[in-house]
């Protein structure tokens, strides 16, 4: 299994894509990811684990296949489109965010951003059965980017990034109605399987409580 960190490594650009009936193979013009590339490494792409079927000094493709297409926001990508990267992580290498796997659990879309001194608050509706896993100040990957959640609603959550965090990923360009993929931390899924085992069926959601008391936070 392939692990990321949520600490993106550059921003790509789609430079070509090819749709086949039910395939996309998408090229992706990079330069800090393709330094030590090989046939069969994994490159997340907006947080969505690929692997490299081909590549030169300026390029690597991937094919995404028609789950990964209608699950994530990857069927919606377009040429010139600028895109997160990251390699996969390697034993030995440091953690900067957190375990993030690259199996893209729902797709979110921004509602509303606002500037909070030199931070910006964004808000993102996302479906009931990955808002359950979150919790304040638990991690979550938006687009492959580890940020830490402020506040869960019903309907939505927010979370704050940095100018430099803005500068290097597409948060930074994203407005109000653009999509996001979304994975939950994989600790959250871990208390999830512990809570049903231990509560059936009728248990009750995370709590920033429950996870403090067990250790979590």
């Known amino acids: 299994m392939n692990l ?21 193979q998408v090229s992706v013009s990079a330069q800090h990811v393709l330094e030590d590339v090989k046939m069969g490494d994994s490159i997340a792409v907006n947080g969505v684990c690929l692997t490299v079927t ?10 995404i296949m028609a789950e990964t297409l209608s699950k994530t926001n990857l069927g919606s990508l377009t040429s010139g489109q600028k895109v997160n990267l990251e390699r996969a992580v390697r034993l030995g290498d440091r953690m900067g965010g957190h375990l993030v796997q690259g199996h893209i659990d729902a797709v979110g ?5 606002q500037t909070v001194g030199i931070a910006k608050i964004i808000r993102i509706k996302a479906p009931s059965e990955i808002l ?27 979370v704050s990034i940095i100018p430099h965090t803005a500068k290097m990923t597409t948060l930074g360009f994203k407005k ?35 996870l403090a008391e067990h250790g979590f936070l």
């Open 54 to 63: 081909g590549f030169d000094q300026q390029h690597f493709t991937a094919d």
């Open 132 to 158: 359950d896993y979150m919790v304040a100040k638990g991690s979550i990957a938006i687009d492959g980017i580890s940020l830490t959640v402020i506040e869960v609603f019903s309907d939505s959550f927010t």
């Open 4 to 24: 990321f960190t949520g600490i993106i490594e550059e921003l790509g650009a789609v430079q070509r894509l090819e749709r086949g009936s039910d395939f996309c």
């Open 109 to 113: 879309k921004i509602a509303e951003q």
């Open 176 to 210: 109000p109605g653009d999509s996001v993929n979304l994975e939950a931390d994989i600790i959250s899924r871990y208390v999830e399987k512990l809570l049903k085992k231990s509560r059936g069926k009728n248990h009750a959601p995370l709590s920033s409580e429950f």
